[in-house]
């Protein structure tokens, strides 16, 4: 079974860093895709960024320049630097993985979500 483990959230004021961790765990033959999403009360979930297995990165705009995606293909984790914070990027960060779990099988994982908030 596989799992997603998040860390590396908390309380932080407007301007700091924080880095988010995500580890994937389980039985997997292999880790495509790996990304961050944010959920926000009240809001839909959305894109923060993604990584392919590759190492190509995507940003969505409201991050891009602040935030930085990069992943451990040897440790199965991905992460992300969060820099120059602000309050609306308070929310849940969830971490998602598209992991093949069989032959024949493959699948998107979700972790727990992490909570990042932004406050003076």
């Known amino acids: 079974q596989v799992q997603l483990v998040e860390s590396g959230g908390g309380l932080v004021q407007p301007g700091g860093s924080l880095r988010l961790s995500c580890a994937a765990s389980g039985s997997m033959f292999s880790i495509y895709g790996m990304g961050w999403y944010r959920q926000a009360p009240g809001n839909q979930r959305e894109l923060v960024a993604t990584?392919?297995?590759?190492?190509?990165?995507n940003y969505s705009s409201l991050v891009k320049g602040r935030f930085t995606i990069s992943r451990d293909n040897a440790k199965n984790t991905v992460y992300l630097q969060m820099n120059s914070l602000r309050p609306e990027d308070t929310a849940v960060y969830y971490c998602n993985a598209r992991i093949k779990v069989a032959w024949d099988h493959t699948d998107d994982f979700w972790g727990q979500g992490t909570q990042v908030t932004v406050a003076s």
């Open positions: 990584i392919s297995n590759g190492g190509i990165s």
